[in-house]
């Protein structure tokens, strides 16, 4: 395979069938857009969207080990994880940069699975791999062995019960059961990344295919649509969900991204970071770093990543993530500011927009929080 070929995930044909707008996404060719964009947006805040989300890296853990060996390699305390349940976690490099954000499920007492986003999944895997001598504990590329598809809107719970008998109502937020759907043996997660309910369904890739069919058949009623990853952007946005080459990178610790919340140092054990985290999580307590914060126009510009904050004709931080909100009707971004600027409702801050300092409100995240 040359280095310019992109990968395509079992459901390709599909997307093409339906006329969808492909773009290279970290060497994948996936949809970004099958009609409007802001249609699909608001179909998975009214109703529902069908997500192909097939680049994902699944990298399975197993061994006698693998909860000792993961609570070494990533942040988080993963040897609590309950089985059949999942959590959000990091792995960061030794001096507590931010490698990928990740969920992991623990699948049974001694596996685990851990999805990487797809523009790091070989960084995560080639860390994990390394960080695994001296443990019982294999890792595993499973990449190749799943396709995802993800159900997300206040619909997606009734359009899945039509094809499950597994018990959705007793599935609670970041956990998954083995179940089959319309027939296809999956893994329900009740996981996403909009904000609002829905399920992630990990299957064979050669199932990929029927369950995508067999799921809009069943929402032909409810109002589902299949959506790209254009409004994948926009929901995670408004829903205040950092993404990783954004709101999170390398030259961040998570207590910099504002998540040392997901750092345990209270757990058995040294893991990978942890001393840098110690000093970050100090620093942070002394001398506050920039804070993420929403921005909302006052205007129609829309600001891009990359973009200067300012106030007062200076630079006081840098816009993340940027686009128009179709819940809001306004554009937003997320942005790193300096702490003396953060607080919610402060006056006088802009975004430099190619020269022009555009008004923009700065908020608290969410910007969008779905009613229970």
Known sequence: MSSTE??????????????????????????????????????????????????????????????AFLNTALVGNIASIGVGRARYTMIVRADGGILDDLIVYR?????????????????????????????????????????LLAVQGPASPGILKSLTDADLDGLKYYAGLPGTVAGVPALIARTGYTGEDGFELFVKPEHAVELWQALT??????????????????????AGMPLYGHELTTSLTPFDAGLGRVVKFDKEG??????????????????????????????RRVPRAGYPVVADGKVIGEVTSGAPSPTLGKPIAMAYVDAAHAAPGTEGVGVDIRGTHEPYQVVALPFYKRQK
């Open 6 to 67: 992109l990968r395509h995930t079992a459901l390709d044909a599909v997307h093409r069938s339906l006329g969808a707008t492909m773009t290279d996404f970290a060497g994948w060719d996936m949809p970004l857009r099958y009609g409007s964009e802001r249609d699909e947006h608001l179909a998975v805040r009214t109703k529902a969207g069908l997500f192909d989300l097939s680049h994902m890296g699944e990298i399975t853990v197993t061994g006698s080990e693998a909860a």
């Open 107 to 147: 699948l049974a007492e001694t596996e685990y699975m851990v999805v990487a986003n797809a523009s790091n999944a070989q960084v995560v895997l080639d860390a994990l791999a390394e960080r695994s001598g001296g443990f019982d504990a294999e890792v595993r590329d499973d990449r190749d062995a799943y396709a």
């Open 217 to 238: 058949k069943a929402g032909e009623g409810a109002g589902l649509v299949p959506c790209g990853l254009s409004c994948r952007d926009t929901l995670r946005l408004e």
């Open 270 to 299: 040294d893991f990978v970071g942890r001393a840098a985290l110690t000093e970050a999580a100090e620093r942070a307590a002394q001398n506050p770093p920039r804070v993420l914060v929403g921005l909302i126009a006052e205007g």
